[in-house]
């Protein structure tokens, strides 16, 4: 269920690279238990953004707090609190399934009982008990981002932090993934999630649009469809782009 207290909170975020703005003065909110898109073109500055709320890289300016704690002094703390899959794929290739639920798992600090029982819940909820001892870079690539989600909240996180998730996969595959998304919303874990497929933002509650590292447009997908007068997100986002032309 979603609450209306914030839990990620952006005020004025820019990164700058050189001379060359890669987030200029990006605010918003993602309140508690929401699903919120954050979407773009490639290149919009959506990953640079995500790196820097997950803790991974430093904001040139701005106040940004995540779960309560603050960007710049609390990061440890930040990386405890949430789970993050990278845009490329963040499983060990020569490792087993279970040798990375087990190495990942060990990373989160959660005691080993208790990696053995959730190895076991997680294989048989996935269906993949057969292919427990394959390696990685052995199963197709569906299978392997399903998994590497679930690695990602498998120490339920406040927070999931999902960049490009989707990006190779099958319609199919990608259905599945965002049933796995609601899931996990419905477990009070908060999604964010980066996207460039535009059909995939009427499955988010809320969104925000990036162009050129800017945040152009931020609403509910059904609000924002009715304010540009389009019957989809992605001629919202067209409609967007031309008025920048």
């Given at each position: 269920?979603?609450?209306?207290?914030?839990?990620i909170?952006?005020?004025?975020?820019?990164?700058?690279?050189?001379?060359?703005?890669?987030?200029?003065?990006?605010?918003?909110?993602?309140?508690?238990?929401?699903?919120?898109?954050?979407?773009?073109?490639?290149?919009?500055?959506?990953?640079?953004?995500?790196?820097?709320?997950?803790?991974?890289?430093?904001?040139?300016?701005?106040?940004?707090?995540?779960?309560?704690?603050?960007?710049?002094?609390?990061?440890?703390?930040?990386?405890?609190?949430?789970?993050?899959?990278?845009?490329?794929?963040?499983?060990y290739?020569?490792?087993?399934?279970?040798?990375?639920?087990?190495?990942?798992?060990?990373?989160?600090?959660?005691r080993?009982?208790?990696?053995?029982?959730?190895?076991?819940?997680?294989?048989?909820?996935?269906?993949?008990?057969?292919?427990?001892?394959?390696?990685?870079?052995d199963?197709?690539?569906?299978?392997?981002?399903?998994?590497?989600f679930?690695?990602?909240?498998?120490?339920?996180?406040?927070?999931?932090?999902?960049?490009?998730?989707?990006?190779?996969?099958?319609?199919?595959?990608?259905?599945?993934?965002?049933?796995?998304?609601?899931?996990?919303?419905?477990?009070?874990?908060?999604?964010f999630?980066?996207?460039?497929?535009?059909?995939?933002?009427?499955?988010?509650?809320?969104?925000?649009?990036?162009?050129?590292?800017?945040?152009?447009?931020?609403?509910?997908?059904?609000?924002?469809?009715?304010?540009?007068?389009?019957?989809?997100?992605?001629?919202?986002?067209?409609?967007?782009?031309?008025?920048?032309?």
């Amino acid at each position: 269920m979603i609450n209306t207290t914030p839990i990620i909170s952006v005020q004025n975020l820019v990164k700058k690279f050189g001379d060359f703005v890669a987030n200029d003065d990006l605010s918003f909110d993602v309140k508690t238990g929401e699903i919120f898109g954050f979407l773009g073109a490639n290149g919009a500055g959506k990953t640079t953004a995500i790196r820097i709320l997950c803790g991974l890289s430093y904001p040139t300016s701005g106040k940004i707090n995540i779960a309560g704690f603050d960007i710049y002094k609390e990061r440890d703390q930040i990386k405890k609190t949430i789970g993050y899959m990278s845009q490329k794929f963040s499983l060990y290739e020569d490792l087993t399934v279970t040798e990375n639920i087990r190495f990942y798992a060990g990373i989160y600090g959660l005691r080993r009982n208790v990696i053995k029982e959730r190895t076991k819940e997680l294989l048989n909820k996935l269906q993949i008990s057969d292919i427990k001892d394959k390696l990685i870079k052995d199963i197709p690539l569906g299978w392997k981002q399903k998994l590497a989600f679930s690695v990602s909240i498998f120490h339920n996180p406040k927070i999931v932090f999902l960049d490009e998730p989707t990006g190779g996969v099958d319609p199919i595959t990608r259905r599945q993934f965002w049933d796995m998304i609601y899931e996990a919303s419905n477990n009070g874990i908060t999604v964010f999630v980066t996207t460039h497929y535009m059909d995939e933002a009427e499955y988010c509650d809320r969104v925000s649009i990036m162009s050129e590292g800017k945040l152009v447009a931020i609403g509910k997908p059904v609000e924002l469809m009715k304010t540009y007068n389009v019957e989809n997100m992605n001629d919202v986002f067209l409609k967007l782009a031309r008025s920048k032309e």
